[in-house]
């Protein structure tokens, strides 16, 4: 069973990284439209106050965690025999929760040495050290499938080790819910305080910049 659980994160975070990532333009109209973000790039965000940009952080996570809840209570219904299809989907709906924290913390993804710093994330939020494969960060055709290969391997124990509740078939829809629910959460707040970090570094390299005033913070939905 543990093998089917590790392909199948590896096939859905793979999905993640080849068709489904998150148009970075589009995202940067959202912000501007829910949370009215004077900036014309990501780059601005380092003239925004640091409290909302944890804010808005916060409010995408959450709103990944409703939709991978949704998403588990569904497929719950079907007990273990859906685990393999829901985890597909929990890795994309995680990773493109960690591109959009990867952009609020003004981090892009469009060359291959950025890209490879999106994966060193979803590393640490999976709570995996890649420090071998990191000699292997540029090039990237071989550096990502093998985070992708270690991410897997350690998900897949968690997913193991407490995701037998889905074996009972009145249980497993709310199980289900609840597991892809904390699934989100405890990824989603440990990719926050990666790039949190990052942007605090990058910060201090810089010049004072005008903060721009935090208007009231809406949910962002995915």
């Known amino acids: 069973m543990r093998h089917h659980i590790e392909t199948a994160l590896v096939q859905g975070l793979t999905r993640a990284y080849e068709t489904v990532r998150v148009d970075p333009a589009r995202f940067l109209i959202q912000l501007r439209a829910a949370y009215g973000l004077p900036i014309t790039g990501f780059q601005g965000v380092y003239g925004i106050e640091l409290t909302h940009l944890d804010e808005i952080a916060e409010s995408v996570i959450r709103s990944g965690m409703k939709i991978a809840a949704a998403e588990g209570a569904g497929l719950g219904l079907g007990g273990i025999v859906t685990v393999v299809p829901d985890l597909g989907i929990l890795s994309t709906i995680t990773m493109r929760t960690i591109q959009k924290l990867s952009l609020i913390y003004g981090f892009e993804f469009n060359t291959d040495e950025e890209m490879a710093e999106l994966w060193v994330a979803a590393a640490s939020a999976a709570g995996v050290d890649i420090s071998r494969e990191l ?7 071989r550096f990502v499938p093998r985070v992708i290969q270690r991410i897997a391997v350690q998900a897949s124990g968690e997913v193991v080790e407490h995701w037998a509740g889905r ?3 009145l249980l497993s829809s709310l199980i289900g819910a609840g597991l892809n629910y904390y699934f ?4 989603g707040r440990r990719a ?4 949190r ?3 605090l570094d990058v910060r201090a390299g810089h010049a004072p910049a005008q903060v721009a005033a935090a208007p009231a913070t809406p949910e962002l939905s995915s």
């Open 135 to 141: 000699l292997e960060k540029g090039v990237i055709n």
């Open 167 to 169: 074996m009972i078939p």
């Open 184 to 187: 989100v959460r405890a990824w």
């Open 192 to 195: 926050r305080v990666h790039f």
């Open 197 to 199: 970090g990052k942007h």
